[in-house]
């Protein structure tokens, strides 16, 4: 706690020197120019963004276009804290150094993803179908309160365009290297002055950008088509009604791995041993690798307004069919695919009743309901026999996951500018699995089940001593559920769930006459059981263990500058440290720890990462052109709780360039972009195996550069 403090005294004030924030959204210009607020609803209300006592960055849809996000991955480039990574399909999200590498059946992400209100528990392309947004919101910090399931790290919440009461549309088209075409469009009709639609959809085709793999097809190729429909009903002026539907279908080559031959030290895997990764990737052995994925979703929304409160009901049903032909070496070895085949089903319920009015005291609360039903049958193969291929794991499983909670927050101004907020929530989690695995010596069942529940709180202190300037404290505890782990040879092998305390203070801030914002806080994570993933290096599995204790703490700032109606700075920097205190993977039968791990840093968690930008508008052929140069800056980081030199991504710098010309009636724009323009290799995944007899790693996208046209009617 003393770090705490002197953090949250020294280091603030002289981090304030950085002139950095996190890419705040852009909303349209102030006729007295200077930077416009932005609402959200990140505590399950509206509220101004500079108004909401959590360390939360929001980006419109002008902010999104402007920045050339389109996917989930792009989000780390410009918001503070944040890490995405994909292992394989599965987009992994680290917040302030808490993530989960945990992705199989029973596994629960660290930082929650909700797209209108519902969660998301297996994110499986869900990058792929962002478009036609209305804003997205990052939630630094544990959500435990209002949001509850799998928050411990934090929040993402993605908010698409809703139907208007105005005609309007566009369409967009873009292309780019590896033979990429895009295209994009919307249409909102207001059918009466009661009911509306909109319609939206997208499509991303592009060629492998791992050009070194054959005689297989080039991976990391996109293959992606997604289309929704709102209609939203007013029957009354109290009463509303929203009603959507999505299609997503992702096809292609998909993710890759590269791979090199394992070094070994004596009989063990080198583990001090880093191989230079080739961005243009390395060649692999037939048959080629294929993603097969279809997700639909349709959410029922309403909401009725009583008067002194609100009545909100969120509900949806998603299902996800789900196959992949994965080489898990990444060489021409024949000997390690893996092909899942996952069909899952979830239910989603919540009520709220949220009070209404700007008075002293307000109030939410509400209760939660999750339910997930899934069919997995995963082979472990091997294609180098005469007769391929063959099984050399199978795991057949019905799985089932129920989560509920009652939840309520309220907050009362006990002076003017002084208000207390105080949050409960009761959360109660099930899983259970059904059927067999096959490792070798025949079909073993596996019937395993596991439930747990945790109460978490929620206390803050917020001071708005102006206008513009407020100051925060809060405590916050967070939970996630615990589970099972199948291990090939040992019986199950349970982990307990993991619970989190967290202080966090902030300021935010509005300067020289609305034209500078600074954001700080500092803040200090204690984990009990945090749940870490640990892969045998010589089987290729992972399993779950629960970590004793860690720590993370750290600091943030934030901000935008905008001295002219033309130019504006942005950026972010973060300091973080984080640190298994107690971290014990292997005990001995007299209780003395064999594989100690503590001491150690989180995966994902760089000590440094800065992001940083600016942008001027030209005056240009009756119109505007806009460039933007931004860059992210990390520092070394791992991919596995080991901190092995094989596992570490080294410091480095990632820049993007876009310019985007709009004419002065803004029926159309033109944007170009270039994205990694050091062309840096930066992996997102990195795995070692006697199994597999590789290295092997994943890789975020290498240089990209292309253009978009808009046309809007």
Known sequence: MKQFMRLSGVSLAVLAGFHVNAVMAQAAEQPSGGIDEIVVTAEKRESSVQKTAIAVTAFDQKALERNGVSTLTDIAAIAPGVGISKNSANVIIAVRGVSSQNTNEIGDPAISIA?????????????????????????????????????????????????????????????????????????????????????????????????????????????????????????TDRLKFLLTGQLTKIGGVGPTMWGTPLRFNGTAIDTSYRPDVDGEGTPHSLPNQYIDTTLRTIQWNGEYDLGFASLVYLGGFRDTDYS??????????????????????????????????????????????????????????????????????????????????????????????????????????????????????????????????????????????????????????????????????????????????????????????????????????????????????????????????????????????????????????????SEYTQLCVSVAANGSCLTDYSGNRATQAPRWSFNLGYEHSFPLFGGTLTPRAQTHIESSSFYGIENFAYQKQDGYTRSDLVVTFTPENKKWSLQGFVRNLENVTVITSAVASTRFGTYSYGMAPPRTYGAKLTYNF
């Open 324 to 577: 992949q032909l994965r080489d898990l070496d990444g060489t021409t070895s024949k000997s390690a695919y893996l092909l899942p085949t996952e069909k899952v089903h979830d239910w989603s319920h919540e009520v709220r009743l949220v009070s209404n009015g700007n008075g002293r005291f307000k109030w939410q609360i509400g209760g939660y309901l999750f339910r997930e039903q899934e069919n997995l049958l995963s082979l472990f193969q091997s294609y180098a026999v005469a007769n391929p291929p063959s099984n050399i794991f199978i795991f057949s499983y019905d799985v089932k996951a129920r989560s509920k909670a009652a939840f309520g927050q309220a907050s009362y101004e006990l002076i003017d500018g002084l208000k207390a907020e105080l949050g409960i929530r009761y959360s109660d989690d099930f899983k259970s699995r059904a059927g067999y695995s096959n490792t070798g010596s025949g079909n073993v069942p596996q019937n395993d089940s596991s439930s747990s529940n945790k109460t978490t709180y929620h206390a803050g202190l917020i001071y708005d001593y102006s206008p513009r300037n407020m100051v925060y404290a809060k405590f916050d505890t967070g939970y996630k559920a615990g589970g099972f782990n199948t291990v090939p040879g040992q019986n199950t092998l349970p982990y307990a769930p993991e619970t989190i305390s967290a202080w966090e203070v902030g300021l935010k801030n509005r300067f020289l006459d609305n034209r500078l914002q600074l954001n700080l806080s500092a803040f200090l994570y204690n984990y009990k059981d945090q749940q870490v993933s640990v892969r045998d290096q010589t089987v290729g599995l992972s399993a779950v263990f629960n970590a004793g204790k860690s720590r993370i703490w750290g600091i943030e700032a934030e901000t935008v500058f905008q001295p002219t109606d033309a130019d504006r700075f942005d950026g972010s920097a973060v300091f973080l440290h």
């Open 115 to 235: 797209q209108d209100g519902f969660y998301i528990q297996k994110p499986f392309g869900f990058g792929d179908s962002m478009f036609d947004l209305e804003r997205v919101e990052v939630l630094r910090g544990p959500q435990g309160t209002l949001y509850g399931r799998n928050a411990t790290g934090g929040a993402i919440n993605v908010i698409t365009a809703k139907p208007k009461d105005e005609f309007e549309g566009k369409v967009a088209v873009g292309v780019g290297n590896y033979d990429q075409i895009t295209t994009e469009g919307m249409i909102n009709l207001p059918v009466t002055d009661r009911l509306a639609v909109r319609a939206a959809f997208t499509t991303n085709k592009h060629d492998g950008y791992r050009t070194n793999e054959a005689p297989a097809r080039a991976g990391d190729d996109a293959d992606s088509q997604s289309v929704r429909l709102h209609v939203q009903w007013k029957p």
